[in-house]
């Protein structure tokens, strides 16, 4: 059982920046290295989407087109904190963000995925 918990949604104006976290907490209290953790959001109306993910051992990290060059995903391993960074944000990133644990590997289905946060507000206004 791995507890999840977003922080630091909120509003930014189209080119701005944000950043959000996840902060976890698993009963073993370790997450193992072989899992894997990504934000997810979905927007109203709107199918939910991977957007990055990244490999909790070696840091390997992987981006969706729509981000990629924009957003940066990474953790510490010593606190079990997840963080993506979200810079030149444009309306169109406005969404529910939600973090995720996968005890297997990479996976951009989100159906997949064991534990879920709540989920937090990210809106960019034009």
């Known amino acids: 059982q791995v507890q999840l918990a977003e922080f630091g949604g909120g509003l930014a104006q189209a080119g701005g920046s944000l950043r959000v976290s996840c902060a976890a907490s698993p009963a073993s209290g370790r997450i193992y290295s072989s899992h894997f953790m990504g934000w997810f959001r979905q927007a109203p109306g709107k199918e939910r989407e991977f957007v990055a993910g990244i490999r909790w051992g070696t840091g390997k990290t992987y981006y969706s087109d729509a981000v990629k060059g924009r957003f940066t995903i990474s953790r510490y391993s010593a606190d079990n904190t997840l963080h993506l960074k979200m810079n030149s944000l444009k309306p169109e990133d406005t969404a529910v963000y939600s973090c995720?644990?996968?005890?297997?590997?990479?996976?951009?289905?989100?159906?997949?995925?064991?534990?879920w946060g709540q989920g937090t507000q990210i809106t960019v206004s034009s």
């Open positions: 995720a644990l996968h005890r297997g590997g990479y996976d951009t289905t989100a159906r997949t995925y064991d534990f």
